[in-house]
């Protein structure tokens, strides 16, 4: 990796009652004080005004006395840090990292214990966290709770999800805080396993905007060897406070010294564009730790997928969801079973045609007849096909097209059963030549009694990112802890789910139109987001007409899901017979881009909207795309992003006049024009719409 | 695997109200019906008189109704059996199978649920197991108790030791049934993780023997996917009933049917040598599952273990037992690390001189500076070795002698992270030509919650033995839930721990000298046991003054340990060099046998004494072990097992006259006489000692 630059600047200073550190723009201010009884407190403004009110921070101990209070300050170290990086895959080339940091030296005297707490200031928010140096007196410890304190200052419109120890598969709510109430949603919403916290538990990414117009966001930062935080909320007081996914036995995190948590992030912007394009998160995170990225490579892939989530197929061989079945040797094929060597070949024909990079092929192995909701251990073996699916024809056949197929990795939640075969199951993929797998944990966990956030699953979703490194594999989970920026670390950890995905759409109450707009504000912060966009056949009453679920969406706007929702790992998500069928709007899944030069955020409101333009990466080709929430929307866009003094081919996929998600979701309307940078183009985007537009330069 | 002949008849018959079923002996009898409200309870009488009183038998469920009553009985099934089969290592070449069998099968009417009682009635005790069968009304099933009943008529003496989730590392209590009381005990014993489950909880083996000489031992086969079951005793009422062993959240096991309970064992005898000599507990397991057993061989080794034990050298490099010094590479070694490359060559070259099999290393490799106590779960990787430990070195220079190397994986109690890696480490021992492993798991379990004897370690256990038969290796649990058989049906499970071994001895009150008169009747009943034995220094005085430990025997019983504890995998405990001066009695160890064509128990009395002989598999050499509690001894075998017609030359290594385990320990003679089929030999057996002897033909 090519060394860049750095410039730290340290120096030391004598600790007065109180201390402030701003930001480089000087717009964000954090102080830091002890309280009379020694407890560590810090508040931070936003362009003079509070933003977050004076909080505690503390961490209570199993067994012994909590770090809470009694601390003196024994040193501080401030330094500014200037130290852009290039992503292996990313939104951009070069992401710019600068910062003030200063660090507090903690001493408990009554225990001789130390910790440091660390804050870094960022143009667009700050982040700290706590140290837990080297030390005599604290080697092994186990973490009972952190009390870490987010005391707001008004009654902020908030966009939230419940706190659920097991699941962000949610829709957002849209509420002012006050209005919190994790009842009164509708739990009738196709989630598999929930364990909601509490009343007044909400997860972060929570991303706020407050009356005066400052968009806030709470949210963490590599969450490693750490459970993940969700939020208590007082809800009249406005506070929050962490709130740590315990284990089976309610202990929250198992560390030894020297150890750190997570970052927590509190970012704050007058322009929502500052944080929907915040690359904080993942600055967060330890650089690269793999000496050759060569083999990470992005993908765009179909799959056989979206067929059995509308009913057309079956994950399972036997169709009938029950292994009792299987257990005496009577498993009969029902004929509906997708994941076929002949089904699979007819997919590999497609993404060649078509120059997708793989196939994703779920349901291929023995396991599926009562893998959901039994809790069962030894449910999958990941090496085991179906008898109707031939692992050796279909990759020697997907070879010789130029197509890798992609593993999938069903565990079921049953986690201790997956960490038993993994080595088998990453010596079969390499045996084959794939070079990713998507993972999926729909269930309870196994080890029982585990939940997906808890420090334990923690470890493993990123325990299975570095074995996949150690075999040169990429991995896309589904249904694992969010990320919080682990991918830097790892950047073959493509991509994961850890949202509501677009699958929602197709058997339960679904993702309303504002979905999207807000996603790019919570769950992407933390890292790619496989959302499986490209949903042509809008309406499933296409496949049985008694079925009224649809996606919430035109048909342009899942092309310009493929701009607006990052990832380098993309699925074109629909039956590739529906692609057949549009073949024009299919162009632009075709044409786009998976791994960008820049991006830029163009416009963007949570829950609102959201216009973004991306440049490929080692190319001169630009993309657009721009979704709206249930409300039509029109505006215009300066082409000033493009080449000055060039001309570019704009294809633009658009909302017909008629277009609506509801009642006319497949209706476009596609363009071309002649653009430069000095042009503007009007957008029209339906109710549930969108736009995406390719620019490409002509010679 | 040879076809054996196979004899069944079976019946049916209509029920009546109570229904009866004899051994083939008639000594036993099982009596067995339905109470008023639809209870099963079973009694069983020996030799006419009631030896259980009538229990009742029944499963409670999680979240639906009950098995317990209700029940009619639909069917029922009798059948003789006569299944003589050959075990791979053992202590006979064939094993007699015999049994009546009756099953009960069972409909609860109100919720449709058909569960199978079936009781197998050998000539020397009982056993019976809950099956569930496939059936619509009940698939998958979480088992919340287990409420079978084993209500005695009297208040018997007893061999207790606590009922412990997590350890059988006890000494035995030797009290009557109503003097039972966990609370009692001395905790400072040396075991590093208790969980006792209640002041009247004690675990089986449980052997008794009633005030009419009738000896009763209680215990459990085939513990396969389900917890070991402790008892829980009513002490005034001489009733004891099963205690499950919990799960991290209190569940006890998790089913899907078809599925079948282990085997609950009563039996009982006038004479104690029955049950010493049962192979009732291997019967009632699968037979062998592996096709090809040409690779599972007996071992006699010797090993770096015990001069750690007794504080010659430690297991970690750095001395420190603090990874806190390993985390910043500033790890030193101590000069005290026992396992390194020389150290290993002159084990090597000792067993090569010797005639062993094998050689053992404990602190091989990486992680012993904070394996114990600290619950930490990433502590080894069983492939990384210390710097001063050449894998290589030293598997080429056994290799070169004709010795095996054993390998050790000590998992710390961090199965989850054994598990994670054991491929790797099975890998590494196929790459260096290891036939076997020695596993340890001193520690709290984790998955943090999960108990060394609940559903999950059981399965653990079991996976393991599996996992490494695929890789055609032995594995030798320590600290394991103890084996209720599996070695039948995995014989490369070639021994456990799994209770109280020799090694308490050298750094905790120890051992009395009536334990090893009791294991056979307890621990060994589910398998064979590494107790280590064949330590010549005994008091640990030896390596340092102020130690007052020392084992509780003479050096004549620890030869005579070899024979009276079976096992196909025997270790020379005690360092090399202490064998190097006493050549003459370390001649038994070198030749005693470690696998039988036959053995004979001759005498036997739980608590008091144990005289065993054996004849060698393959060969025409005897071996007879006699030993005896703190209590010496005088007795006269015998020597009718001897081929008629045929002279041997006995060597008999026996206690000195002034021999005492405390006083004199070491003090033997060994003296060679010719024998034949009608000789007899007095034996003269210490305070705590017991004599080796050995029967060779003379040609």
Redesign the interface.
Known sequence: MKKLHYLVIIFFATFANAQNVQSLSKNISLDFKLSSDGKPTYSVSYKSKICINESTLGITLKDIPALESGFSVINQEIKTVDQPWHPVLGEQSTIENKYNQITYFLLQKETGRKINIVFKVYNEGVAFRYEFP?QENL??FIISDEKTQFNLVGNHKTFWIPGDFDSQEYAYNETLLSEINTENINKNNGIGVKSIAGKYTVQAPLMMKSNEGIYINIFEAAVVNYPVMHLDLIPNQYKLTSHLVP???G?KA?L???AVSPWRTIMMSDDARDIVGSKMILNLNEPCKLDDTSWIKPMKYVGIWWEMHVGKSTWDYAGSQ???NA??GTMKPSGKHGATTENTKRYIDFAAKNGFDGVLVEGWNVGWE?WFG????DVFDFTTPYPDYNLKEINDYAKSKGVKMIMHHETSGSV?NY??H???ALNLMKEYGYPAAKSGYVGKII????FHDGQ?MV?HFN?VARRFADYKLMINSHESSRPTGYSRTYPNYIAAEAARGNEFNAWSIGNPPMHETILPFTRLLGGPMDYTPGIFEIKMSYYDPKKTEQVHTTLAKQLALYVTMYSPLQMAADLIENYEKYPDAFQFIKDVAVDWQDSKYLEAEPGDYLTVVRKEKNGERWFLGAITDENARTTEIKLDFLTPNKKYQAIIYQDSTTAHWKNNPISYVIKTIQVTSKSKIKLNLANGGGTAISFKPIN
């Open positions: 080297k080697n092994y284990n089976a036995i202990d198992y030894q010294t020297p029950n292994a009792q257990a005496d009562d039994n809790w069962k251990e201790a960490e038993r993994l080595d088998r080890p029982r009694g585990e334990t470890n325990f």
